[in-house]
């Protein structure tokens, strides 16, 4: 009878088994099949997958935007008045393609990751209206923070996160205060689309805690402040418009994609 050793001691094992079978396993004979699916082999469809969801979904959310923006204003004037070209529409697909695959590869194990997505698809439609239209409507920034509310409640709910969710309450319930203080101190540097944005954005960063808040912030507020620099050089006028919408967003995005926050 064959003979296995097992923490210093010598043991008999029946012969013709193996060591799946003593283990529990019905298998008998290498290459023995898989019981399961890791988790690992199981995230690692979610990215590639809700990366398809974003292609797909750019000309619904390209539509969207346009029905938007003529339902806050008739004429749907603007910087890029009139229907998003093909070109356009491939790019929003593809930027929102890249946005979901950061997010879903990082975070692809956590119920959390719904509340991204939408931020991720709200994010798009409010950058296409403020690229085009120079404004970002309530109704939609109101939709991108109700949404996240609801996802992050319902993951707190079922994960156990109540610490997080409160926190993130308390993130974008403080950063809209002060951005609304500086709305009021500055008016001509700010808009109102632009701070209720930035409370909006701290509800999602502010589930991570306080430093993926101050770093989200920080990276969103330096690729605004880039973006203007170009501008006003370009245009050689520092009274150039200028769309702070995407920037915001996709700071955001990059940080709950990639930062770790400050160890704070």
Sequence with gaps: MPRTRSSGRTTQRPAGTTHGSMSGSTCRAPPCPRTGTSDMEKSSWIAPSTAAMGLLAGPILTSWSERLARVNDRSAAGPRGGRVSAWGTGLVSVS?????????????????????VWLVLTGVVLAVIDIRHRR?????????????????????????????????????????????????????????????????????????????????LLLATTLTALLALAVWIRQRSMSATLPA????????????AYGNGFPW
């Design 96 to 116: 929102t393609a890249i946005l979901l695959a950061l997010v879903a590869a990082r975070h692809a194990e956590s119920l959390a990751l719904a509340a991204w």
């Design 245 to 256: 919408g995407p920037t915001l967003i996709a700071g955001t995005v990059l940080a709950i």
């Design 136 to 216: 970002l409507p309530h109704r939609m920034t109101a939709a991108m923070a109700v949404g996240g509310f609801l996802l992050l409640g319902a993951t707190a709910a079922l994960e156990g996160r109540w610490d997080q969710f409160a926190t993130a309450l308390l993130a974008g319930a403080a950063v809209l205060a002060v951005a609304t203080a500086v709305q009021l101190l500055f008016p001509g540097h700010t808009g109102g689309g632009d701070t209720m944005l930035y409370g909006a954005l701290a509800l999602y960063l502010g589930w991570f805690g306080l430093g993926d808040l101050v770093l989200g």
